[in-house]
């Protein structure tokens, strides 16, 4: 047979055979991605819109919903990795039949831009509908881009994955900090340097070129700062771990340390959420606190909840990992409960640096934007908003790992350990 299975028939038709087979678990998966493309679709269109009103509170009302759509992203793609590992069992028998190991990427592909083309859609669909006045041009743009991310994130994220006769393993992940973290870093430092430099000047797009030149930059900066903190976090786990008085402690933070690089990741929409709430409040101090300010605390509100749910995916993923280990624990007398604990303290030992670097990074940006009329006194609410949003965002990952109890009773089966799955 073909080396490629599924390149002599119509993917689609694979796709919906495969479809055919799936649990209740993973039909939910899908519709969380479908559903996640359909909000932030109606997010993004309504924040252009929002971005041609002239005043300060529709501007900050934009950008309070583009935030909600980021958080919103990053818990699509945590679907999508935790749907990869199902999706390669079932085609690992296709490997018998001759599917090539790049046939379950390219099916990851496809089923991530479908979903994400069905929501965004629907999303699309619903601006339209009740933003009737307001600019339809943004829809199909904003289409177009979720469904290229949805069909970049599908493929990524079964890169780690492989299907083989034999079964499914994952490749070793790289676990310290890359060079493009730092890249995206430095590039997010130069957008912002050069908007609040050349401010209404800006070559392209002047004003409104700026703006998005700086919103760029901001999430550059975070996501390279964030992913960069991948040795931080080891280096915070390796600590606890020296220091540890209890073996629930020792074990959460031996498995952090291991794979700090994947807390980083899983985390990186808590640390935005972070981010902009810390820099809110820094400039809370400078304007005042407004209407436009309260919509911007209930954005950031509600993208800490999409970012909490993205962290229950994540805990889902991670079951999936150690599973047979964890088990294995449970069969040898540990309990649930110190195992349910481990959990909540690797949620803490991760996400405590993430936070703060985060809550850090956003006071230091809009200090540093208006340095030249920034008062000393201003800090004091300032820091005192970074530290309450970094509590909050360590407090939410920590609660994440209490709800994930469920998915690791499920994970302590002794039928997991003797099939070996």
Known sequence: MNASLIGSAPVITVLRMLNRGRSRPERVRAWLVGAGAGVAAFLVCTAVSLADFRDEGGSLTGLALALLALPVAGLVH???RLATATRERRLAALRLAGAAPGDARRLGALEGGWLALTGSLAGGLVYALTH???????????VVLLT?????????????????????????????????????????????????????????????????????????????L?????????????????????????????????????WARALSVVGLTV???????????????GHAHALVDMALLLAMLTSAAALVVHQAEELIDLRRSFAALAAAGVPERSLGRVLVRQAAIAA????????????????????????????????????????????????????????LRGALRLETLRAGR
């Not at 290229?148 to 493929?155: F, I, K, Q």
């Not at 780690?160 to 490749?171: C, E, K, Y």
């Not at 936070?355 to 006194?377: E, H, K, N, P, T």
Request: hydrophobic share 55%.
């Open 78 to 80: 945590q679907a999508n």
């Open 132 to 142: 009737l006045p307001g600019p339809l041009a943004p829809v199909p743009f904003v």
């Open 148 to 224: 290229a991310g949805g069909v970049v994130s599908g493929a990524r994220a079964g890169r780690d994955v492989i299907a083989s006769p034999l079964g499914v393993t994952r490749r070793p992940r790289v676990r310290g900090p890359r060079v493009r973290d730092l890249l995206a870093a430095a590039t997010g430092v130069a957008l912002l340097v050069a908007g609040l430099t050349l401010k209404g000047g800006f070559p392209i797009g002047g004003k409104y070129g700026t703006a998005v030149a700086m919103a760029a930059g901001m999430v550059l900066l975070l996501f390279g």
């Open 226 to 262: 964030t992913m960069a903190a991948t040795w931080l976090i080891r280096a915070c786990a390796a600590r606890t771990g020296r220091r540890a008085r209890s073996p629930e402690t020792l074990l959460a933070a031996r498995l952090v340390e291991s794979d700090p690089r994947a």
């Open 275 to 289: 981010f902009f709430g810390a820099g809110a409040g820094a400039q809370q101090a400078v304007t005042g606190y």
């Open 352 to 407: 405590l640096p993430v936070c703060a670097v985060a809550a850090a990074a956003g006071v230091g940006v809009v200090v540093f934007s208006v340095l030249d009329i920034y008062q000393a006194r201003w800090l004091v609410w300032a820091l005192t908003r970074a530290v309450a949003m970094t509590g909050i965002g360590v407090l939410t990952a920590m609660l994440m790992a209490l709800a994930a109890r469920p998915l």
